[in-house]
Nanobody, 125 residues
Framework: VQLQASGGGLVQAGGWLRLSCVAS????????MGWFRQAPGKEREFVGA????????YYVDSVKGRFTISRDNAKNMVYLQMNSLKPEDTAVYYC???????????????????WGQGTLVTVSS
């Protein structure tokens, strides 16, 4: 499956952004979808994931209550709504797909089989 993320940009602290990721090449609904991020000088970290049906989500503690993942299987799209952004949310954000994981499983192993290119999110203070 091929993944293409978009929607990054520069936003002030307290603002919001919505990232999108479009998938192609395989049956989208067969994949749990996740978002990861990598800040400058840091390792990549898991942000959140959503199950194949969209009925289950799982987030890292630092974004709970601020970020929401959703998907539209008819459009082969997954979204990351990011509210109340903080400077520490600054990172390159990647969407990812995994055919075998649950949403929680993707978070626990912090890995996926397929990755898109990143989109840069910069939050200014």
């Amino acid at each position: 499956v091929q993944l293409q993320a978009s929607g990054g940009g520069l936003v002030q602290a307290g603002g919001w952004l919505r990232l999108s990721c479009v998938a192609s090449g395989r049956t989208f609904s067969n994949y749990a979808m996740g978002w990861f991020r990598q800040a400058p000088g840091k390792e990549r970290e898991f942000v959140g994931a959503i199950s194949r049906s969209g009925g289950s989500t799982y987030y890292v503690d630092s974004v709970k209550g601020r970020f929401t993942i959703s998907r539209d299987n008819a459009k082969n799209m997954v979204y990351l709504q990011m509210n109340s952004l903080k400077p520490e949310d600054t990172a390159v954000y990647y969407c990812a797909a995994d055919p075998l994981s649950t949403a929680q499983g993707m978070g626990v192993k912090s890995w996926a089989d397929y990755w898109g290119q990143g989109t840069l999110v910069t939050v200014s203070s």
